[in-house]
């Protein structure tokens, strides 16, 4: 058996309930070892050009990597990938939580769903024998209830439980895929393609661990790491804080979008902080399988309007973000709620709040009355009015909740009278809560990222800003970057710098690892350090350089379906928000991303990652990065 994996990746049709095992040469590991790289070796071959994401010629495919389950923190994430029902470009999310690893151990590399079953069903994998079973019972609960059901069922208190909720199964376009009742494959609907295949759940347990190569290795590792992050202060404030801990500094950069996206500082910030959230409603701190750090928050409310469920864990930076500065809120109470009912049925917080704030947008402009809310008063800071539209919009019960469950590009498109100029999406993917007018960099990949606008798909600008510490920089310098820019630009150098990252971060969500522990600056481990993780993990002799070339090629194989399915340039655009100057308070106040700026940073961008300058991957570049086979699959 090869080091770090099974050798097995299962195969199920939903349509005769057949299942089969595929067992790839090593060649295949090595070159894809896991993640959306895995799964699009499979979604280009298999899903045809022009199918209907939410069809059953669309492939749902579910990969950890080789490194997934080894004893080191930061690698229990998993990926699921499919045609998008928001973009019909590709869709792509991650998730952590202790499902990742025991997938991993219940005997297989990945799982790829075909096809539409006739009936709901759920699939078991316990030791390595995978079955699928009726799940009509388990339609209509929530995801908590669903979670522990399914734990009886199977009989066994340690099974993972990954599901959709309610909500994918009327049709919200928004759903995710939830393990643990609280860990979200949140973006891009993969949760809605989930159930156009009548697929409820996954439930996994076993004991089948992998061979590590080198257990020494990994065990000195895990010292290391750890020894080298004393001195980092970012580390030691993700642990205590969590993500949450990262509020008051984006509100200082002038990075906190409030009331959609219109300022970059928000005057309830520290309402809505981590240090608040700690003094407050923590309850404890939880983690993933087997990581030090224990960023996961778990927050509990029992009293007063706004309660809150220590089973649904707490909500992230980006979640207190869109239901909080975004929506212009600063009650944390109502905004963990919020994070509760996006668990409990399922969908994405980030495109949630967002298409709320955006309502509100709309709302205050005019754009929609009382008629179109049913009377609720959908303004800025109504806290009650946010909670209400999003219990209308995860259960699609009024006509407002319909309109804004297909998201905000669609529900722009149903309101018009300028309606989308209140929209902050790319590829109709609403963007998280971290500001191109700040991070100007992240303007560039916004646009770019195949799967729409995303913020763990690139290193964020204030580590390649003058100032930034010799600690971080010298990090940087493994993949090639010593060189500061100013703050607010978007030179040649930060362009090479976004593409850079961008290979790292996509090398990272190959290998299915957290982006708090491994990563280009401040984490745990750095580039040097995944590479010999991954090399202690599987014994092949992978460098840091291998795995940048890894990163690349996931972007490649993602931008050549997007192009076969029409993509190109005039999609890698921004919202037309985001080239206005920014009102309110702060360093950002008055900023925008110039256009021209940002149309020189496409032409560098095209370059530098292979591309014609229309966006579309050239073949010489497949070729050199091992995947000439998907040329076939380019635009004549
Ligand atoms: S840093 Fe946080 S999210 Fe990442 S693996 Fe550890 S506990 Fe999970």
């Not at 099974?6 to 896991?34: A, N, Q, W």
């Not at 208190?157 to 939830?178: H, L, N, T, Y």
């Not at 159930?195 to 996994?204: P, Y």
């Amino acid at each position: 058996m090869p080091y770090g994996y099974h050798g097995k990746i299962l195969h199920v049709y939903l349509e005769s309930g057949k299942m089969e095992v595929e067992t790839p040469p090593e060649s295949f590991y090595r070159t894809y070892m896991g993640g959306s790289a895995m799964a699009l070796y499979y979604i280009l071959r298999e899903v045809p050009k022009g199918a209907d994401p939410l069809g059953p010629e669309n492939l749902l495919t579910v990969f950890p990597s080789v490194v997934t389950g080894a004893p080191i923190s930061g690698q229990s994430r998993i990926n699921v990938n499919a045609k998008s029902p928001m973009s019909g470009a590709i869709g792509d999310s991650q998730a952590g939580g202790f499902f990742p690893a025991e997938f991993k151990f219940a005997g297989y590399d990945g799982v790829i769903f075909h096809g539409q079953s006739p009936k709901w069903v759920y699939l078991t994998i316990i030791d390595g024998k995978p079955e699928l079973h009726d799940a009509s019972h388990l339609l209509g609960k929530v995801t908590g209830e669903v979670d522990k059901m399914l734990k009886q069922e199977v009989g066994d208190e340690k099974a993972q439980v990954m599901q959709i909720g309610p909500a994918a199964e009327i049709g919200v376009r928004f759903s995710g895929i939830i393990n643990m009742a609280n860990r979200m494959n949140g973006r891009t609907g993969m949760g809605l393609v989930m159930a156009s295949k009548k697929l409820k759940a996954i439930v996994v347990r076993g004991k089948n661990r992998p061979q590590i190569a080198d257990s020494k290795a990994l065990a000195a590792l895990n010292k290391t790491g750890p020894a080298k992050s004393a001195a980092n202060p970012d580390v030691d404030g993700l642990a205590k804080l969590g993500t949450a801990g990262v509020v008051m500094f984006q509100n200082m950069i002038g990075s906190l979008p409030t009331r959609n996206y219109n300022e970059g500082q928000f005057e309830g910030a520290e309402a809505i902080s981590g240090e608040r959230m700690a003094e407050t409603i923590l309850k404890e701190r939880d983690t993933c399988y087997a990581c030090i750090v224990r960023c996961k928050r778990v927050v509990e409310i029992t009293e007063g309007k706004f309660t809150a469920d220590p089973y649904y864990g707490g909500a992230e930076y980006e979640t207190i973000s869109t239901f909080g500065s975004y929506c212009g809120i600063d009650d944390l109470a109502a905004i963990s709620h919020a994070h509760q009912i996006c668990d409990m049925y399922g969908v994405d917080s980030i495109s949630c709040g967002a298409t709320i704030a955006f309502a509100m947008e709309c709302y205050e402009k005019g754009i929609i009355t009382k008629e179109d809310t049913g009377g609720i008063d959908l303004r800025f800071g109504n806290a009650d009015a946010m909670i209400e539209v999003l219990k209308q919009i995860v259960t699609k019960s009024t006509p407002l909740g319909k309109i804004l469950a297909e998201g905000s590009a669609r529900a722009a498109q149903v309101w018009g009278k300028g309606a989308d100029e209140c929209l902050i999406t790319v590829k109709n993917e609403e963007a998280p809560a971290h500001m191109p007018q700040s991070k100007r960099s992240l303007a560039l990949i916004y646009a770019v990222n195949p799967f729409g606008a995303d913020h763990q798909s690139s290193e964020h600008d204030p580590y390649y800003e003058e100032g930034v510490a010799d600690f971080n920089l010298d990090r940087l310098k493994q993949i090639g970057l010593g060189n500061p820019q100013p703050p607010f630009s978007l030179t040649p150098e930060k362009v090479r710098f976004g593409f850079l990252g961008e290979c790292f971060y996509s090398m990272m969500d190959t290998l299915t690892v957290c982006q708090f522990v491994y990563g280009p600056t401040w984490c745990l481990y750095d580039g040097e350090d995944t590479a010999a993780m991954v090399r202690a993990v599987t014994g092949w002799d992978v460098t840091l350089d291998e795995l940048m070339k890894l990163g690349h090629r996931r972007i490649a194989l993602m931008r050549t379906f997007n192009a076969r399915e029409g993509f190109s340039r005039k999609d890698d655009t921004l919202p037309k928000k985001f080239f206005k100057p920014l009102v309110g308070t702060g360093p950002t106040a008055g900023l925008a991303v110039g256009r021209e700026e940002f149309e020189a940073a496409l032409d560098e961008y095209y370059k530098l990652a292979g591309m014609t300058n229309d966006g579309i991957p050239k073949k010489e570049t497949l070729e050199q990065l091992g995947v000439g086979w998907a040329a076939e699959y380019l635009p004549a």
